[in-house]
């Protein structure tokens, strides 16, 4: 029987699944550190110009904004396989 009523396949597939999804996400995690990086230093330099700063603080909060999915998203798989380790414990 399969835990998830949607899309029903294995228990070993969807930990497979899920093995390459957290490693794209956490590949997806390191360029946006880069380019968060990138266009705060970018943001910096335009400092004088209201336009230019305005336009390199959007792209620092995009940065910020899919930084903070990655990682919510990781956090979530964190809690729920803490979660299924703990009830196997029992």
């Given at each position: 029987?399969?835990?998830?009523?949607?899309?029903?396949?294995?228990?070993?597939?969807?930990?497979?699944?899920?093995?390459?999804?957290?490693?794209?996400?956490?590949?997806?995690?390191?360029?946006?550190?880069?380019?968060?990086?990138?266009?705060?230093?970018?943001?910096?330099?335009?400092?004088?110009?209201?336009?230019?700063?305005?336009?390199?603080?959007i792209?620092?909060?995009?940065?910020?904004?899919?930084?903070?999915?990655?990682?919510?998203?990781?956090?979530v798989?964190?809690?729920?396989?803490?979660?299924q380790?703990?009830?196997?414990?029992?």
């Amino acid at each position: 029987m399969s835990e998830s009523p949607i899309l029903p396949i294995d228990k070993k597939t969807w930990n497979k699944w899920s093995f390459y999804i957290n490693v794209v996400i956490f590949i997806i995690i390191a360029v946006f550190i880069y380019l968060l990086f990138l266009d705060a230093l970018n943001a910096g330099k335009v400092y004088g110009d209201n336009y230019e700063l305005t336009n390199a603080l959007i792209a620092v909060m995009r940065d910020v904004a899919f930084l903070a999915v990655g990682l919510v998203i990781l956090f979530v798989q964190m809690f729920n396989y803490y979660r299924q380790l703990s009830r196997r414990s029992w």
